[in-house]
């Protein structure tokens, strides 16, 4: 089955600095990469996701990255603030599959600092 | 939005009881999960279903069973809790298959603790 593997595990970051968050998977059918983001009490909720299809995507001071021949994406907070502390779970799946199972990494938790 | 509803916030059992977790969504999603969330494992899958009374196991199914009855509610269940089941526990529900259709929408989360 498919293995997630996610570094850092912590990462703590200036505000105003970027982060950066690194997954590898294993199964090279997989298809779609989601990032969650989980604050501390809450639910994870969906942040990003990229198909296998496109090299990278953007979303404001979001961007993630993927390069399937090394089977390696990335997640990338430019400008942090203090509100993108949370944990942050990147995934993997085959969408289509039946129940579009996701495997999730381990997580990484940042912190930013004022 | 979707909302996924989870029984109890908080929850303490004994060895060897029986547990319930249920877990309740409003928008007629056909995938329901399970996982379990511990520290630097990340989100676990434990079962999930992807429509009435059709369950799958993930990867720890080890000491749970799942019960899909009603498209809108999934339970799992703890046959004979032990103390290495504490955990948080989230159930999640999302969409079948397809681009764009993929996102997993989570309950609150329900924190059991096995003395």
């Known amino acids: 089955g498919e293995n997630v593997e996610q570094h850092p595990s912590t990462l703590s970051v200036q505000e105003g600095d970027s982060a950066v968050i690194k997954c590898t998977y294993s199964?090279?059918?997989?298809?779609?990469f989601p990032w969650y983001k989980q604050e501390l009490g809450k639910r994870p909720q969906l942040i990003i996701d990229?198909?296998?299809?496109?090299g990278e995507k953007k979303d404001q001071r979001i961007a993630v990255t993927l390069n399937k021949t090394a089977k390696h994406f990335s997640l990338h907070i430019t400008e942090t603030q203090p509100e993108d502390s949370a944990v942050y779970f990147c995934?993997?799946?085959?969408?289509?599959?039946?129940?579009?199972?996701?495997?999730f990494g381990g997580g990484t938790r940042v912190l930013v600092k004022p | 939005d979707v909302k996924v509803t989870q029984s109890s916030r908080y929850l303490v059992k004994r060895t060897g009881e029986k547990v319930f977790l249920e877990c309740v969504q409003d928008?007629?999603?056909?995938?329901m999960f399970w996982y379990r969330q511990d520290p630097g494992l990340g989100l676990r899958l434990i079962y999930f279903?992807?429509?009435?009374?059709?369950?799958e196991k993930g990867d720890i199914p080890e000491g749970y069973s799942v019960s899909r009855e009603k498209k809108e509610r999934f339970s799992l269940i703890l046959e004979s809790a032990s103390t290495n089941q504490t955990s948080m526990y989230l159930c999640?529900?999302?969409?079948?298959?397809?681009?764009?259709?993929?996102?997993?929408?989570f309950g609150p989360g329900t924190r059991l603790t096995v003395l």
């Open positions: 928008m007629d999603h056909e995938n």
């Open positions: 995934a993997a799946s085959k969408y289509g599959a039946a129940g579009n199972k996701l495997t």
């Open positions: 279903s992807y429509d009435v009374k059709m369950k």
């Open positions: 999640a529900a999302g969409l079948a298959g397809g681009p764009g259709n993929n996102e997993q929408f």
């Open positions: 990229i198909r296998s299809n496109v």
């Open positions: 199964d090279s059918a997989s298809n779609y």
